[in-house]
């Protein structure tokens, strides 16, 4: 081989080389930000209706298993022949239940998802959102937002209004609960996402209707 040849071959494997080194890093930066393989995962998340902590003291306990004591044989007799009840029924002052402020089905967007999202207001004023029998797609960086966009249409715009962040999704599937911040202003806000903060997309949203 000519030294003329010689050089060329050098050139050229260098021009190989640097070539492979941008294509592997090319390849291994799609798969760090793409993450593909959260198509093929899921995780569940299970959590219970939340409760104000006036709802949590006046849950009932579970009745005594000890035997009730042996009805004294002076107790007053009544008219009909039977023993009168010493006390009368207590009134109900168990705290009311969440009231739902909002609520509406999920649409798919980018990735298929499904449910309903509520927005609850408890007893002690505190609100939550919440995912009913809900499910969607993994992926990468994925929030919970309630924005000022109608649900449903284009992919990306919920990031063009007003949005309030309610953290990260806690799990592609199941019941979830996500507090909402006390000083939020809900008002104007109309709709909950699924949001992929990485590339700016809706996996799927839900319209918030009173």
Same mark, same amino acid.
């Given at each position: 081989?000519?030294?003329?040849?010689?050089?060329?071959?050098?050139?050229?494997?260098?021009?190989?080389?640097?070539?492979?080194?941008?294509?592997?890093?090319?390849?291994?930066? #799609?798969?760090? /930000?793409?993450?593909?393989?959260?198509?093929?995962?899921?995780?569940?998340?299970?959590e219970e209706i939340?409760?104000?902590?006036?709802?949590?003291?006046?849950?009932?306990?579970?009745?005594?298993?000890?035997?009730?004591?042996?009805?004294? /044989?002076?107790?007053?007799?009544?008219?009909?022949?039977?023993?009168?009840?010493?006390?009368?029924?207590?009134?109900?002052?168990?705290?009311?239940?969440?009231?739902?402020? /909002?609520?509406?089905?999920?649409?798919?967007?980018?990735?298929?998802?499904?449910?309903? /999202?509520?927005?609850?207001?408890?007893?002690?004023?505190?609100?939550?959102?919440?995912?009913?029998?809900?499910?969607?797609?993994?992926?990468?960086?994925?929030?919970?937002?309630?924005?000022?966009?109608?649900?449903?249409?284009?992919?990306?715009?919920?990031?063009?209004?007003?949005?309030?962040?309610?953290?990260?999704?806690?799990?592609?599937? #199941?019941?979830?609960?996500?507090?909402?911040?006390?000083?939020?202003?809900?008002?104007g806000l109309r709709?909950?996402?699924?949001?992929?903060?990485?590339?700016?997309?809706?996996?799927?949203?839900?319209?918030?209707?009173?």
């Amino acid at each position: 081989m000519t030294r003329r040849k010689q050089g060329l071959w050098r050139r050229r494997r260098g021009v190989l080389t640097v070539v492979t080194v941008l294509v592997t890093a090319a390849v291994a930066g #799609g798969l760090v /930000a793409f993450e593909p393989w959260r198509l093929f995962t899921s995780s569940t998340v299970n959590e219970e209706i939340p409760v104000s902590v006036a709802e949590e003291a006046a849950t009932p306990t579970a009745p005594s298993t000890a035997p009730s004591p042996t009805r004294s /044989a002076s107790a007053t007799p009544s008219p009909t022949g039977t023993a009168s009840a010493s006390a009368s029924p207590t009134p109900d002052d168990t705290p009311a239940g969440p009231r739902e402020l /909002a609520s509406g089905q999920f649409v798919t967007q980018e990735h298929e998802t499904t449910g309903t /999202a509520r927005i609850l207001r408890l007893a002690d004023g505190e609100r939550y959102l919440r995912l009913d029998t809900f499910s969607t797609s993994d992926g990468p960086d994925l929030h919970v937002w309630i924005t000022d966009q109608a649900a449903g249409g284009s992919w990306g715009k919920y990031d063009d209004g007003r949005f309030l962040r309610l953290g990260e999704l806690k799990g592609t599937d #199941g019941n979830q609960n996500y507090r909402i911040p006390a000083d939020a202003d809900l008002a104007g806000l109309r709709s909950v996402v699924i949001w992929c903060d990485r590339f700016n997309v809706a996996f799927g949203s839900a319209p918030l209707e009173s």
